[in-house]
T-cell receptor
Framework: DGGITQSPKYLFRKEGQNVTLSCEQN?????MYWYRQDPGQGLRLIYY???????QKGDIAEGYSVSREKKESFPLTVTSAQKNPTAFYLC???????????FGDGTRLSIL | ELKVEQNPLFLSMQEGKNYTIYCNYSTTSDRLYWYRQDPGKSLESLFVLLSNGAVKQEGRLMASLDTKARLSTLHITAAVHDLSATYFC????????????WGAGTKLIIKP
């Protein structure tokens, strides 16, 4: 079955450490997205990519970095510059702009 | 700047009752989406609304869009416990390409 796979499901970060969240899709979608969700809030866009080797900052990109070397993969690195990384991170993809986004199951990141 | 406001943010209701969730947005948009999220889970696409007067229905849920009023509604008919979830609307701006702006979500609890 086609879908989006995020790993790990739970991740713990030590202070000063960079961590990378994985997102892989086999839907053949061109566009991919990373969102952050805090308790009781809506989703906020971190980065998005419309095509391989290209990506744009969203509203809260500071302290995060991404790469898009393959169509299927869009990993997110939470750097030590992100001082409040505890959140639920969701990866999504869409075939074109107007179609709804499909979401992975998310990664819950906490600070040790 | 596009802003999206949902209300109510929390709704507790009895099975069998009808209710409506509202999604207001601040600037012109060409697309609006409704999603469902179960606790600790990912988001599931419910409806895509692309034109003024659009109405979509799936089971006990019906969504509509009034682009002149910049308002979408999600109506629940004869609620059942399985519809308990958080419902989000997301709006695409005319100049935002792939970006969506998300409402804060409406947490719906349906009591047997």
């Amino acid at each position: 079955d086609g879908g989006i796979t995020q790993s790990p499901k739970y991740l713990f970060r030590k202070e000063g450490q960079n961590v990378t969240l994985s997102c892989e899709q086999n839907l053949n979608h061109d566009a991919m997205y990373w969102y952050r969700q805090d308790p009781g809030q809506g989703l906020r866009l971190i980065y998005y990519s419309q095509i391989v080797n290209d990506f744009q900052k969203g509203d809260i990109a500071e302290g995060y970095s991404v790469s898009r070397e393959k169509k299927e993969s869009f990993p997110l690195t939470v750097t030590s510059a992100q001082k409040n990384p505890t959140a639920f991170y969701l990866c999504a993809s869409s075939i074109v702009q107007i179609q709804p986004q499909h979401f992975g199951d998310g990664t819950r990141l906490s600070i040790l | 700047e596009l802003k999206v406001e949902q209300n109510p943010l929390f709704l507790s209701m009895q099975e069998g009752k009808n209710y409506t969730i509202y999604c207001n947005y601040s600037t012109t948009s060409d697309r609006l989406y409704w999603y469902r999220q179960d606790p600790g889970k990912s988001l599931e696409s419910l409806f895509v609304l692309l034109s003024n007067g659009a109405v979509k229905q799936e089971g006990r849920l019906m969504a509509s869009l009034d682009t002149k009023a910049r308002l979408s509604t999600l109506h629940i008919t004869a609620a059942v416990h399985d519809l308990s979830a958080t419902y989000f609307c997301a709006v695409g701006g005319m100049d935002s390409n792939y970006q969506l702006i998300w409402g804060a979500g409406t947490k719906l609890i349906i009591k047997p």
